[in-house]
């Protein structure tokens, strides 16, 4: 008791020690303050770092390696399809353009596997998938080398087409599950992160909360006993010190609901979309690549076909569609879909970015995909019919030209209108990121000051009171 007493007139008994007492409270709930909000700024810029040059990188670099073994496979099937026996009654233009394209998707793979090896360092999991991408991509490479140094000589068809066979077997065996397992492994930890920054960023919104009330409440306690103890109505330097601490309270506050509403732009709105959209067109192009597999291979054309079927449901799902059904089914369920955004005839990667439209010009964007696509699937089943019709010559030249009007040509208008769909995503993408970084710098700095000013003002307001009682 007698301790307790002593501490009662040591700390409150008397006037001069109620007004330090209640100095020091605002001054360690202003640091708390400040101190919560540099954490949560110092947090929200890592997480940004986090997904700007990690997490988004490597996923998009797994989706693009997808796409870049898709697209290598499907050139070398063009090379060979093209090339006529060692260059007699080659076709000149889609053989030149396989060949550049076939390189271009080889150096891509090399620069995404080593971008891929970076990222992975430290995990033991990706590293291992790295691994076995990197020493099944060298097999492949020299299956396909072989095929193609064989096509070279007179006859080597045959030849050439064992070695493609075991190359295209390899890469739908192993390499594309890999990248693909690459590819959901990379963007699970996006999620993962994602996930546990938004609660982060809601835990300290309440802190910032449980620290500013009390805070602005030190404060108007601290003006009402002034005004009751020296009756005056107002303390000048404490009515500035509480308009910058609850203004530095409402800025922190919005730094962290601002950063959790740009990440969550970032994530669902913009990167669910480029992800749906990276692997819509990796799809596209292995579906593609099956249309020159079908015409290359007559032993494997059941099974090319019924791959190619595949893809397209995995891309627009059309409930137990066939190959003579297809086309029709496509057209009554985007007629449905056009009435009704939310009529649910169809599935596939098509129908989640539709359901994910967020910004100016994207649905047009979407729907331009789709229409081009309805084109696309139109050619395939000429394909086949002047395939069926013995014009198997007529069936590669318009597989395989790129002349308006041809298969290729309506491909590359399909890819075209995909790439701005994931333009819009991706700008967005880079423009939250750019906002959440402005909003944590600008706004971190501006409350910061503020609560030093409160800190500088209390102090000042209550000097001259505490210096009667010296």
């Not at 359901?355 to 394909?383: H, L, M, S, W």
Request: hydrophobic share 45%; glycine share 8%.
């Amino acid at each position: 008791m007698a301790a307790r007493a002593a501490l009662r007139r040591r700390f409150w008994a008397t006037l001069p020690a109620r007004l330090r007492l209640l100095r020091a409270a605002t001054l360690l709930l202003a640091i708390a303050v400040a101190g919560l909000l540099t954490v949560a700024g110092l947090a929200a810029n890592g997480t940004w770092d986090s997904v700007s040059e990690r997490d988004a990188p490597r996923t998009t670099s797994a989706a693009d390696l997808n796409l870049a073994l898709n697209d290598m496979d499907a050139q070398a099937a063009n090379i060979l399809l093209s090339s006529g026996d060692a260059g007699k009654g080659r076709l000149q233009t889609p053989y030149d353009k396989a060949v550049g394209f076939y390189g271009e998707a080889r150096r891509e793979i090399g620069h995404d596997l080593r971008t891929l090896a970076g990222a992975a360092q430290g995990e033991r999991s990706g590293e291992k998938t790295v691994e076995n991408l990197t020493d099944d991509f060298a097999e492949y490479q020299e299956l396909i080398g072989r095929a193609l140094e064989n096509d070279g000589h007179t006859g080597g068809k045959p030849a050439a087409l064992a070695d493609y066979r075991k190359a295209t077997d390899l890469l739908q065996d192993k390499l594309l599950p890999e990248s693909r397992t690459l590819v959901s492994a990379n963007d699970r930890a996006f999620d993962a992160e994602y996930t546990a920054a938004r609660s982060t960023l809601s835990a300290q919104l309440a802190a910032t909360a449980v620290l500013g009330v009390p805070l602005l409440a030190a404060l108007g306690v601290l003006q009402w006993y002034l005004v009751r103890r020296f009756h005056r109505i107002l303390n000048p330097p404490l009515l500035a010190a509480t308009a910058c601490a609850l203004f530095a309270v409402i800025l922190g506050a919005q730094m962290l609901t601002s950063s959790s509403g740009d990440l969550r732009g970032a994530r669902r709105d913009a990167f669910d979309s480029v992800v749906a959209l990276s692997r819509a067109r990796a799809i596209a192009y292995d579906a593609n690549a099956d249309e020159s597999r079908y015409l290359l291979d007559p032993q494997r054309r059941e099974q090319y076909a019924q791959s190619f079927l595949a893809k397209s449901q995995k891309l627009y799902g059309i409930r137990g569609a066939t190959f003579g059904t297809y086309d029709a089914g496509l057209a009554t369920s985007w007629r449905a879909y056009r009435s009704d955004h939310h009529d649910l005839r169809f599935t596939g990667e098509f129908r989640r970015e539709l359901d994910n439209i967020t910004f100016p010009g994207e649905r047009a964007a979407a729907e331009k995909t789709v229409e081009t696509y309805a084109v696309y699937q139109r050619d395939d089943r000429r394909i086949r019919a002047l395939l069926a019709a013995g014009k198997e010559r007529e069936a590669v030249e318009f597989c395989m030209d790129w002349k308006p009007g041809t298969s290729n040509a309506h491909f590359g208008a399909w890819m075209a209108a995909l790439d701005k769909v994931t333009d819009i995503n991706r700008a967005h993408f880079t423009s939250s990121v750019r906002d959440g970084r402005g909003v944590v710098s600008g706004l971190l700095s501006w409350a910061g000051t503020l609560l030093l000013a409160a800190m500088a003002f209390t102090a000042l307001g209550l000097r001259p009171l505490l210096a009667e009682f010296r």
